[in-house]
């Protein structure tokens, strides 16, 4: 199932003294409780800022002629041990660039984006955007810093540039999911959970959200 995309307006991105928490104020504004919004970050920092953290030295990103083979074998795995282990590789792949200074700046972008400070985070992710158009990992990172800071809008570009270089990136369908969540769009934030579930079934949060939503859904149609 393709992920909606919607055209999101009205979304300025908070100036620099106000982005870290601004999380907490999208949520707050809505009908999220506070467990919600704990989860959402807590995902959030897990999928996109730490996987991958040990990077392979050889050539690699969304073009690398090994993600066939291991997305194939994701799709097949009969376990979560296996499935974590096939998606530890692919995201390696993923994070890493030809060029040394592209990789410099993803460890430092990282290492900024789990400290929480999310400006510099913005920064470096999208010097990389700029010097590395074409790399997949650099949008997907940044559509993180901006969902984190409260711009869906340019969040929801970032995964659409994402997805555009990269369609089997599951990380980036369940930001997706995410951000429709927090506009309160189940049926859009549905479809993008399973999306991505279609490519990593073993997605526990995407999973435990999906089931949440499908009975919300099959509620109202009732």
């Known amino acids: 199932m393709k992920a909606r995309r919607l055209q ?17 104020r999208i949520a707050g504004s809505r009908r999220h409780d506070g467990l919600w919004r704990r989860w959402t970050v807590i995902v959030l920092l897990t999928l996109f ?21 291991l997305f194939a074998q994701l799709k097949q795995a009969k376990s979560f041990e296996t499935a974590h282990a096939l998606s530890d590789r692919i995201w390696s792949i993923w994070i890493t660039n030809e060029k040394d200074s592209i990789n410099i700046l993803m460890r430092q972008g990282m290492r900024a984006m789990q400290s929480g400070d999310f400006a510099t985070a913005y920064d470096y992710f999208t010097t990389m955007t700029d010097l590395e158009p074409d790399f997949a990992e650099a949008w997907n990172k940044r ?80």
Do not use: C, W
């Open 8 to 24: 999101v307006s009205g979304s300025p991105v908070p100036d620099q003294q106000g982005r870290n928490g601004s999380l907490s």
């Open 49 to 69: 800022a730490f996987a991958g953290l040990t990077v392979s030295p050889s050539r690699a990103d969304q073009n690398h002629p090994q993600l066939d083979t």
């Open 143 to 222: 559509a993180t810093v901006l969902f984190l800071i409260g711009d869906l809008d340019g969040s929801i570009k970032d995964v659409e540039r994402t997805l555009a270089l990269e369609p089997r990136h599951f990380g980036a369908l369940t930001g997706l999911g995410m951000i429709n969540d927090a506009l309160e769009d189940e049926e859009a934030a549905l479809d993008a959970y399973e999306a991505a579930l279609d490519l990593h079934p073993y997605l526990p949060d995407a999973t435990f959200r999906a089931e949440q939503l499908r009975k919300s859904l099959e509620g109202r149609r009732i």
